[in-house]
């Protein structure tokens, strides 16, 4: 099963684990809003494409701008700026190889001060026949 990091933390939500609040947005137009329903004042959007190292990934198209699949905006406006940027774009990661990845959606979540950032999946190990939880 493939899914979104918005998909995931909605279902960690429904389960009673905190997550930070976050927008779904398929369209430029509706970033700014979005970004305006969260507290703010600092927001991260992020490209949601089904391949890992999106931060450190680079956009096939110049309009994409300089930065990767996450970013960090201080304002509504530039949250939306970057979903411009972002949707429709062409993200290249190490886990996509050089065709990379289209992002038709990104997730605009309410930044947070990081003091530990922890990483798990759930995976199928087909050779063992077995789930693998991978924590790093």
């Known amino acids: 099963m ?13 389960y009673g ?15 700014e809003s979005a970004a305006k329903e969260l507290p703010g004042p600092l927001y991260v959007v992020k490209a949601q494409i089904h391949a890992g190292g999106r931060g450190k990934g680079k ?7 300089e930065g990767g699949g996450v970013r960090l905006a201080k304002s509504p406006g ?3 700026e970057f979903a411009r940027q972002m949707l429709g774009a062409t ?8 065709e990379g990845k289209r992002v038709n959606r990104v997730y605009i979540e309410d930044g947070s ?6 990483y798990l999946s759930a995976l199928v190990d087909r050779g063992a026949g077995r789930i693998a939880f991978i924590a790093s």
């Open 2 to 14: 493939n899914i979104h990091e918005y998909q995931a933390k909605r279902l960690l939500k429904d």
């Open 17 to 31: 684990a905190p997550v930070a609040e976050g927008r779904a947005i398929y369209k430029a137009s509706e970033a």
């Open 78 to 80: 530039e949250a939306a």
């Open 59 to 65: 956009f096939k198209e110049a309009a994409a701008g």
């Open 91 to 98: 993200l290249v990661t190490k886990q996509t190889g050089e």
């Open 113 to 118: 001060d990081i003091e530990t950032e922890l």
